[in-house]
């Protein structure tokens, strides 16, 4: 009776464990910390936070907001990568341009499979900037300007390694030379473009750079990317000029690898959750965000083909300087 008495109570407590695994009662029972891989006033950070501060509400927890920039994303992400996956360590923002960033940077890469994944929020395309005194007004005459002027036309870059190597693939294309600086933020790079210090500068939709381009005060030459910037329909982008290789960033929450899997689906309900708020999507809308939710399996998809595409840049531009 003694011997069954305790059988019952061992299997009531292993049930009991089971059950508030999964149905997360245990979790989150303190606050949260999201590490941003870029800096202070990037879209990373913007787009974060406005998520961050809903989820914080849904999942009943304080959210702790950490910038860890540095090599487009790599030193956040490695800094995720070290931490317990016991779900309370996040990384969120361009998380694919990290994953991509190290092939460039002679760095040791990432595996898709390093990390745990929440879900996308959002893509991004990237735009060049320029400001409205530079002698060229479109693309077609930047373009016929930095032959004419080889080596002298400084190209920036808020944060984003695969966008660099983009324009890089440019001036292959078009045998022409520039002067390229990298930024740690889009919030960076736009300040640089507005004050003049680099003649031209790609960031991402939503940017200073880019809500200072809807008050005319910059111009916008051309879409990095292969779709359509919002509220500039009628830019044209890389693909319609029939360059090879485009950008897009895509935006969401990952873990560290190991995190139990009712947690992570609990972090994706979540995101889920929060991306149904019509407030909150408006919000994100007027800030020239494109807002949509994608699972954390379809996350790691989008991650496989990010990296599976790399190599073909990186080797077309291996001998760009």
């Known amino acids: 009776m003694k011997k069954t008495l305790i059988g019952f109570i061992t299997v009531f407590m292993i ?20 590490i941003i891989p870029w800096g202070a006033g990037g ?33 956040g992400l490695n800094a995720l990568k070290k931490s317990k996956p016991d779900g309370y360590t996040i990384a969120s923002g361009a998380v694919t341009l990290g994953l991509t960033a190290p092939y460039f940077l002679d760095s040791p890469v990432f595996n898709v499979d390093d990390f745990d994944y929440i879900g996308s929020y959002m893509p991004q395309e990237r735009v060049l900037f320029t400001t409205p005194d530079k002698p060229y007004k479109t693309w077609k ?24 190597e983009v324009m890089k693939s440019i001036a292959k294309k078009e045998n022409i030379k520039w002067k ?49 910037v919002p509220f500039f329909p009628k830019v044209k982008n890389l693909k319609d000029y029939g360059y090879p290789f485009t950008t897009m960033l895509e935006y969401g929450m990952v873990l560290p690898k190991g995190v139990p899997e009712e947690i992570r689906a609990k972090l994706e309900d979540a995101l889920k959750t929060a991306m149904k708020d019509k407030a ?12 949509r939710f994608v699972t954390g399996y379809g996350y790691r998809e ?3 083909g990010a990296i599976n595409d790399t190599p073909a840049l990186q080797e077309y531009v291996k001998d760009v300087k």
């Open 141 to 164: 005459e930047f373009i016929a300007f930095s032959k004419r002027n080889p080596g002298k036309v400084s190209v920036g870059s808020g944060g984003a390694q695969w966008a660099l």
């Open 15 to 34: 049930v009991g464990l089971w059950s508030n695994a999964v149905f997360g009662i245990d979790y989150p029972t303190k606050p949260i910390t999201i």
């Open 180 to 228: 390229y600086v990298m930024f740690k933020s889009g919030g960076a790079a736009s300040s640089a473009i507005l004050g003049g210090h680099v003649d031209v500068c790609e960031t991402g939709t939503g940017t200073p750079a880019y809500q200072s381009a809807r008050q005319d005060k910059l111009r916008i030459l051309v879409d990095l990317g292969s779709e359509t």
């Open 43 to 75: 879209m990373s950070t913007l787009s974060t936070r406005m998520l961050g501060e809903k989820m914080k509400n849904i999942l009943g927890q304080p959210v702790i907001f950490i910038n860890k920039p540095g090599a487009s994303g790599i030193i």
């Open 302 to 304: 989008i991650a496989i």
């Open 280 to 291: 909150l999507m408006e919000k994100m809308g007027k800030t020239g965000f494109t807002p």
